[in-house]
């Protein structure tokens, strides 16, 4: 038996290589536990269907060397950013919303900044 997660609301992603860009994890993602670590992070997969485009594979010599995406939940500044750039539906706002993350002054400033620049 796997244990799984569905996000309930959207997550950032950053990495090693992606710490210039702006990702993000769909609600509804289901994400596969995989491990729980001493340091007090946890790993999970995604699966990823590719449809009909090949990639190149190469063996993993030192399974140690895995460079994990890290997920969180987006501050205010990074949904300023998911509003403008990414199909946010009214769902995924008020998953994210109703997080707790943001404080009420933080939906407040987001909400006005998006109704001003449009």
């Known amino acids: 038996m796997t244990d799984i997660h569905t996000l309930e609301h959207p997550l950032v992603l950053t990495g090693a290589e992606s710490s210039n860009t702006f990702n993000v994890l769909p609600k509804g993602t289901t994400l596969y536990y995989d491990k729980s670590f001493d340091e007090g992070f946890t790993r999970y997969k995604v699966y990823i269907n590719i449809d009909r485009m090949p990639l190149k594979l190469e063996a993993l010599q030192d399974p140690t060397t895995i460079i994990p995406l890290e997920a969180?939940?987006?501050?205010?500044?990074e949904l300023?950013?998911?509003?403008?750039?990414?199909?946010?539906?009214?769902s995924d706002l008020q998953s994210v919303l109703k997080s707790g993350q943001l404080s009420k002054e933080d939906v407040k400033e987001i909400l006005s900044d998006f109704i001003n620049s449009n």
């Open 80 to 90: 300023k950013k998911m509003l403008g750039k990414y199909p946010l539906t009214k």
């Open 72 to 77: 969180r939940q987006p501050d205010a500044e």
